[in-house]
């Protein structure tokens, strides 16, 4: 457990951020934070935010300041997602990309996905590299007295593994050297807790993203309970092709689901650009990502012990289109 995290119930679990700067600055506001001394602040609770600080909006250097403060201070805690395990994996191309320009071997799918956070650092490299030692740091997952927090998926079996390999809080160079191994413990770890669990599309089949990438997998609820058809399994923004929502799941695909138990400590992750009124997914689980910088919902959970998760406890406020 974080020494941070030892006795603490009550709790504020921040959805994925994405450079909504404004937007996060009303939120803590709204959930009682107040600055003092340069820092957001709150008399008893403490600021967990679920990852995903950076790419795609407006203030991203803006946020990272505010919640580096905040981390710093010990009024925040936060967890690694994976826009930031990216700008840790390619730390050094993208600071050379920043300083000169030069691409190299920066895969361009991630130069897309980045384009904001590296317009946004062109003038501030040193700030760029700082931050990227910051996220390294920062651990994928916490486990506090009652409650689970990570970006992505809850993988018992991979976290206990991780905990035994690995002492150190954050992801440090062992770690991310091994993760860019196909195929490698590190890569899976990685992969499930900051991107969760997916399915390959059959025959070839392939989809068009909402963000415009083409994928060949789809998302998948790591907690459905006897799913009979892809459908029941799906968890994305994207839908899939009717065909294949309303075909049973083969079973090799069964095979691999995971399933977190109704009766397991709740669990809070982001990453998974929801919509509409935010509510627990389950009793027991619950997304905070609704899709904040596409002018959604940026999103808390105030916790305060309870082991069923409720409705009410909910917080939120709308991104200005503007």
Request: glycine fraction near 8%.
């Amino acid at each position: 457990m974080h020494p941070a995290l030892a006795g603490k119930s009550e709790i504020d679990i921040i959805g994925d951020v994405h450079g909504c700067h404004d937007a996060l600055l009303r939120l803590l506001t709204r959930l009682g934070y107040k600055e003092m001394d340069g820092v957001m602040r709150h008399p008893r609770r403490l600021a967990v935010f679920v990852g995903d600080l950076i790419d795609r909006g407006p203030g991203i250097r803006e946020t990272l300041h505010l919640v580096e403060r905040m981390h710093q201070a010990g009024t925040a805690l936060v967890i690694l997602g994976n826009h930031e395990y990216n700008a840790v994996r390619y730390s050094d191309q993208l600071l050379t990309f920043l300083v000169n320009g030069d691409e190299g071997d920066l895969p361009l799918r991630l130069l897309k996905l980045m384009d904001a956070t590296l317009d946004q650092f062109a003038n501030y490299p040193d700030e760029w590299e700082h931050f990227c030692r910051w996220f390294g740091s920062l651990p994928l997952f916490l486990e506090g007295d009652g409650y689970r927090i990570v970006h992505a998926c809850w993988d018992k079996n991979l976290i206990s593994e991780y905990r035994q390999r690995y002492s150190v809080e954050g992801i440090n160079d062992e770690f991310v050297t091994r993760s860019k191994e196909r195929g490698s413990f590190e890569s899976r770890v990685v992969d499930r807790l900051t991107r969760g669990t997916s399915m390959p599309l059959p025959d070839g089949m392939q989809l068009q993203s909402k963000d415009g990438f083409i994928r060949r997998f789809f998302r998948t609820k790591f907690w459905a309970t006897s799913p009979k058809t892809y459908g029941d399994v799906v968890f994305q923004p994207d839908p899939l092709p009717y065909d294949l929502a309303e075909h049973p799941i083969k079973s090799h695909h069964r095979e691999d689901l995971l399933h977190y138990p109704d009766h397991a400590l709740p669990v809070f992750f982001g990453h998974y650009w929801l919509k509409g009124r935010p509510r627990p997914l389950q009793d027991n689980v619950a997304c905070l990502d609704y899709s904040a910088v596409n002018f959604g919902r940026l999103t808390a959970y105030r916790y305060h012990g309870e082991k069923v998760l409720r409705e009410e406890n909910f917080t939120w406020v709308y991104v200005d289109p503007e």
